[in-house]
Antibody, heavy 117, light 109 residues
C-alpha cells in the first residue's frame, strides 16, 4: 500500500524551530518528488514547497511566504520540513504528498503545528 | 504575486450538473499548468480527483471530469450526488512552484 505518514508537529513559540517528517512506504521513494502543503484552520490549502526526485538532483522550491525560513530535505524513505523563524501565521495542519505523473497521490493525514506564546 | 481564482461558492440540485472553474492571474490556463482538482470534506485530508487537466484516478467517480474551458481549468460534475457536497480546490503549476486556488464550497441542495 502506498502510504505517507507525517509526524513532528506540536506547539512552538514564535521565532522557534520545528522539524516535520513524512515517512513513505509502498513505492520507490527516490523516484518521487515530495511536496508539503499546509492548511490553517478554516482556511484553504497553501502549497509550501517541494523536493524533486533523484533524477532531478533533489532540487527544492518554496512558496514566497516560507522561502528563507523553511528547508525541505529527504533521505532514503522520509521527507523532512525544517521550519525556522516560525510565525503565528505558520500555524496550520501540514500535509505531505507525492507528485507522480503531474498528480498528487497519496496524501498523508497531516500533522498540526501551532505557533503561539 | 500569482493568484488563482475559483468561485467561492456554488449550489447545485441533486442530479444536476455544475462546472467549477480555475483562473490564473497570469493569463489563460493551458495544459502546461497541469491543473489538479482536489475534493476535501470537513475533517479530512484532500483527495485528488483530477490531475494534469483531465486524468482521473481509479477512485474518481465517472461523474467528475476535468477540462480547459474559456481560458480556465474546469471541473464538471454531472449527475451530482449528495455526497459531492464538499470544498473543491484547484492547483496550478508555475514552472517550479504550485499555487492553489482559494477553493469552491459546493452545496448540494
Amino acid at each position: 500500500e502506498v502510504q505517507l505518514v507525517e509526524s513532528g508537529g506540536g506547539l512552538v513559540q514564535p521565532g522557534g524551530s520545528l522539524k516535520l517528517s513524512c515517512a513513505a512506504s509502498g513505492f520507490t521513494f527516490s523516484g518521487s518528488a515530495m511536496h508539503w502543503v499546509r492548511q490553517a484552520s478554516g482556511k484553504g490549502l497553501e502549497w509550501v514547497g517541494r523536493i524533486s526526485n533523484k533524477a532531478n538532483s533533489y532540487a527544492t522550491a518554496y512558496a514566497a511566504s516560507v522561502k528563507g525560513r523553511f528547508t525541505i530535505s529527504r533521505d532514503d524513505s522520509t521527507a523532512y520540513l525544517q521550519m525556522n523563524g516560525l510565525k503565528t501565521e505558520d500555524t496550520a495542519l501540514y500535509y505531505c504528498s507525492r507528485l507522480i505523473d503531474w498528480g498528487f497521490d497519496p496524501w498523508g493525514q497531516g500533522t498540526l503545528v501551532t505557533v503561539s506564546s | 504575486q500569482t493568484v488563482v481564482t475559483q468561485e467561492p461558492s456554488l449550489t447545485v440540485s441533486p442530479g444536476g450538473t455544475v462546472t467549477l472553474t480555475c483562473a490564473s492571474s497570469t493569463g489563460a490556463v493551458t495544459s502546461g499548468y497541469y491543473p489538479n482538482w482536489f475534493q476535501q470534506r470537513p475533517g479530512q485530508a484532500p483527495r485528488t480527483l483530477i490531475y494534469s487537466t483531465s486524468n482521473k484516478h481509479s477512485w474518481t467517480p465517472a461523474r467528475f471530469s476535468g477540462s480547459l474551458l474559456g481560458g480556465k481549468a474546469a471541473l464538471t460534475l454531472s449527475g451530482v450526488q449528495p455526497e459531492d457536497e464538499a470544498e473543491y480546490y484547484c492547483l496550478l503549476y508555475y514552472g517550479g512552484a504550485w499555487v492553489f486556488g482559494g477553493g469552491t464550497k459546493l452545496t448540494v441542495l
